[in-house]
């Protein structure tokens, strides 16, 4: 299995709403990231988790609150987001330890913020 | 992280060999290169990585020079389906932050 697995891939929620984006790997990789891309524009790192502590932070607003209960899964949970947050959201996760510094990425969440 | 520096759009046919060519003047030792491709509305894929001179894998080469301050992906017979945003990073080893650039959006025409 060599698949990062995103659910859902569509989300329109509004301003007062709370929503959980999901991540799912199988391949073992220990370290996994958040990116959020809006259109026409490269990925934006967001957090990335190492053996499932946050190990970054890109000075993110409080509204994204990352998770990661164990080291096949990733949680981003969001809560009172504004319009400008609507955006494709990618996880993404590599190995560690080895010289495969790749990361493999899901196919995203399109969110859009009413 | 060295900043990198890439063509924001190139044009080419099918069948013709693709050079996209990515600026690291900051480049420090221990760093490496990789390149992704990048679909509307999906993540991005790993095309190649290295570290020095030359590499080669089924689907592109990756030249880098002897002073690494810059790197060329080359697209050996391009087709429709190659086009695309091309990422080049610069990473280093052992290194959690992987910092994507502008990327070079590459259109093959028929």
């Known amino acids: 299995d060599t698949e990062v697995t995103q659910t859902p891939k569509h989300l329109v929620m509004g301003m007062t709403n709370k929503k959980s984006l999901k991540c799912e790997q199988h391949?073992?990789?220990?370290?996994m990231y958040w990116y959020k891309q809006k259109a026409k524009k490269p990925p934006e790192l967001m957090f990335v988790y190492s053996y499932e502590k946050l190990s970054i932070n890109e000075s993110v607003p409080s509204r994204f609150s990352p998770e990661c209960p164990n080291s096949s899964l990733l949680n981003l949970h969001l809560h009172a987001l504004q319009p400008e947050d609507s955006a494709l959201y990618l996880c993404a996760s590599r190995p560690l330890g080895g010289r495969d510094e790749k990361l493999f990425f899901g196919s995203g969440t399109q969110l859009s913020v009413l | 992280l060295a900043k990198t520096t890439q063509p924001i759009s190139m044009d080419s046919y099918e069948g013709q060999e693709v050079n996209i060519t990515c600026s690291h003047n900051n480049i420090a030792t221990n760093d490496y290169i990789t390149w992704y491709q990048q679909f509307p509305s999906q993540g991005p894929r790993f095309i190649i990585q290295g570290y020095k001179t030359k590499v080669t894998n089924e689907v592109a080469s990756l030249f880098i020079p002897a002073d690494r301050k810059s790197s060329t992906l080359s697209l050996p017979r391009v087709s429709l389906s190659d086009t695309a945003v091309y990422y080049c990073?610069?990473?280093?080893?052992?290194?959690?932050?992987?910092?994507f650039g502008a990327g070079t959006r590459l259109f093959v025409k028929a």
């Open positions: 391949m073992g990789h220990r370290a």
């Open positions: 990073l610069v990473g280093t080893r052992g290194g959690f932050k992987t910092i």
